[in-house]
Nanobody, 117 residues
């Protein structure tokens, strides 16, 4: 079965950096979009960034210029490099993979990112 294992969350001061990693297993993900969502306290889950199967990327406006998404199809991994972190980036971050063909998707368990001094 498909499994997504996230790592890299933690506590960081404003202006700091974190790198989230997601390792996917259970099948080939070459035709899947791979991305990251987040849910801040009291807010709905939002899309942060996605790396599409054909290579293009998308970032929500609030993270443009600060976050970078990358994927390695050989390793079935997707990473999110987060720089210049702000307190409003505090959230549980979820890895998501979704088939660009069928729309079927899978979620990771989430990893907490806290930005605080």
């Amino acid at each position: 079965q498909v499994q997504l294992v996230e790592s890299g969350g933690g506590l960081v001061q404003p202006g700091g950096s974190l790198r989230l990693s997601c390792a996917a297993s259970g099948r080939s993900f070459s035709t899947y979009n791979m991305g990251w969502y987040r849910r801040a306290p009291g807010k709905e889950r939002e899309l942060v960034a996605v790396h599409r199967s054909y290579g293009s990327t998308y970032y929500t406006d609030s993270v443009k210029g600060r976050f970078t998404i990358s994927r390695d199809n050989a390793k079935n991994t997707v990473d999110l490099q987060m720089n210049m972190l702000k307190p409003e980036d505090t959230a549980v971050y979820y890895c998501n993979v979704r088939s660009s063909l069928s729309g079927v998707g899978y979620w990771g368990q989430g990893t907490q990112v806290t930005v605080s001094s």
